[in-house]
């Protein structure tokens, strides 16, 4: 039985993570997460992925137990391995990728979180990388995402000292995007997804090619992009009915075109 849960409705995607009770990342889920990403990538109606834990957690990590069944370093570099390349393809994937984040988001369930293109919190939930508190460090690019996200010296701190923040914290701090009360999280959630499933495919294929440029030093070739896409997309028939129901102060109704 798969570890993700699937559902589509309305041009969005909910994978739910099962493996209760901490929806620990083992490579069992890593595998099924992939397998996920491959059926999306074949259904062209999908717009936005939503990614959310079922139970009382987001995930609170990465399967400890699996952990004692490595007989060298060589399986803590593979697993290492293919948690990177999975959270690399997430934030790399073609459609926005929305984490509902409550209960906890710690270690590796984090680092998931933090190769999301969106990160809705639970206020009160608890993210933090703790493996040094384990001896360990995050394998799954948590020492390269959070510096991001949050800067370097409260990388360091958060890191070194194993100390969870909260999802208002996080907020703040700008690990999320916006924290909210448990029982409006999922709700608001939907809300976003359906909002973005509501524009035009090929207006956010291009928006999620273009914005990857401004995390590095290519400006030029970012703005270069930018002018060639809005070149494309200003010939499609979806600008021509969004400019129309503009002009007409209607709600334009997009055909993916």
């Known amino acids: ?28 889920i890593l595998m099924d997460l992939s397998e996920n990403l491959d059926r ?28 004692t069944s490595f007989q060298d370093s060589s399986d803590s570099e593979g697993l290492a391995g293919k948690g990177q390349q999975l959270f690399n393809r997430i934030e790399n994937f073609h459609i926005p990728i929305i984490a509902a984040i ?6 590796g369930g984090l680092e998931l979180a933090m190769s999301c293109h969106i990160r809705y919190v639970d206020e009160e939930a608890k993210l933090g990388l703790p493996e040094l508190n384990l001896g360990i ?18 990388a360091y701190e958060m890191i070194l000292t194993g100390t ?4 208002k914290e996080a907020e703040a701090a700008g690990l999320a995007n916006k924290s ?15 909002q973005i499933a509501s524009k035009s495919a090929p207006t956010i294929q291009h928006v999620m090619n273009l914005v990857p440029y401004a995390h590095t030093s290519q ?38 075109q």
């Open 219 to 256: 400006f030029g070739e970012g703005i270069q992009a930018e002018s060639e896409a809005f070149g494309k997309v200003f010939k499609t028939e979806d600008a021509k009915e969004g400019i129309q129901a503009f002009i007409e102060k209607r709600k334009p109704q997009f055909k993916d």
């Open 1 to 28: 039985m798969s570890t993700i849960q699937y559902h589509s409705e309305k041009h969005v995607a909910t994978l739910t993570i099962q493996s209760p009770p901490a929806n620990a990342l083992s490579s069992t």
């Open 164 to 167: 969870p923040i909260s999802g």
């Open 137 to 154: 460090i995050p394998g799954f690019a948590g020492t390269q995402r959070l510096p991001r996200h949050v800067g370097t010296a409260k």
């Open 102 to 107: 409550h209960g906890a988001a710690l270690g």
């Open 180 to 194: 909210f009360s448990q029982d409006e999280l999922f709700s608001e959630v939907d809300r976003l997804a359906a």
């Open 40 to 67: 999306i990538e074949k259904d062209h109606s999908i717009k936005a992925v939503i990614i959310k834990g079922e139970g009382r957690f987001f995930s609170a990590g990465a399967d400890i137990k699996e952990f």
